[in-house]
């Protein structure tokens, strides 16, 4: 399988500032990677699709202008959430999609907290 | 529309027990199945999946499940549950002929009692 990592594992940040959050495919190239956040006790939640070189696929309520994903390289995509709130307080997990392949491997997940 | 259950929400079993976790998924086309664990703070890992052929399949630490299409279930089983088991479990389902989403089940949280 793919060996996933993100960065930073957590961040704590103040309302009103951006941050991002890296995710990398070590061993492989990959052309498509997913966004996920997750609330305690909750599932995952997919949030968008990002597909090296062009734009990111965005999932039904998810604010393309809030969570800007760039996937510039075929082992980096970046997840920059713009103008945090608390309620942007979240596990945020990347993935890597093998081509032509139905499985994905999952980085370790950023803990993010807006205060 | 395609859905993923979990019926269970937290289990609790002693040490030693045998363990199973349920999953249910909904829709007609043919799935591909997964099974993930997922520590506190950790991302997902995979503990064993289903494409194709025997419907019993062994994953790692000692894990294994069968599809039962009849069922529309993918049941993880482990004989004897060991204390480092604790942890959330995730089913997921992709549907390859509607795309390579990924639908999560609402996870199993597992407590393990000495």
């Known amino acids: 399988g793919a060996v996933v990592s993100q960065h930073p594992s957590w961040v704590i940040c103040k309302s009103g500032t951006s941050v991002k959050i890296e995710c990398r495919s070590l061993d492989f190239q990959a052309t498509t990677m997913f966004w996920y956040r997750q609330f305690p006790k909750q599932s995952l939640m997919l949030m968008a699709t990002s597909n090296e070189g062009s734009k990111a696929t965005y999932e039904q309520g998810v604010e393309k202008d809030k969570f800007l994903i760039n996937h510039a390289s075929l082992t980096l995509s970046t997840l920059t959430v713009t103008s945090a709130h608390p309620e942007d307080s979240s596990f945020y997990i990347c993935?890597?999609?093998?081509?032509?392949?139905?499985?994905?491997?999952f980085g370790p997940g950023t803990r993010l907290t807006v205060t | 529309a395609q859905s993923v259950t979990q019926p269970d929400i937290h289990i609790t079993v002693s040490e030693g027990a045998s363990l199973e976790l349920r999953c249910n998924y909904s829709?007609?086309?043919?799935?591909?199945l997964f099974w993930y664990v997922q520590s506190p703070g950790q991302g997902l890992q995979l503990l064993l999946k289903?494409?194709?052929?025997?419907?019993l399949v062994q994953g790692i630490k000692g894990f294994e499940a069968e599809f039962k299409r009849s069922q529309s279930s993918f049941n993880l089983r482990k004989p004897s549950v060991h204390w480092s088991d604790a942890a959330e479990y995730f089913c997921?389902?992709?549907?390859?002929?509607?795309?390579?989403?990924?639908?999560f089940g609402t996870g199993t949280s597992l407590t393990v009692i000495p």
């Open positions: 997921a389902v992709v549907f390859p002929e509607t795309g390579n989403q990924f639908y």
């Open positions: 289903y494409f194709s052929g025997d419907t």
């Open positions: 829709y007609g086309a043919t799935p591909y």
């Open positions: 993935s890597v999609g093998l081509a032509g392949r139905y499985e994905q491997y």
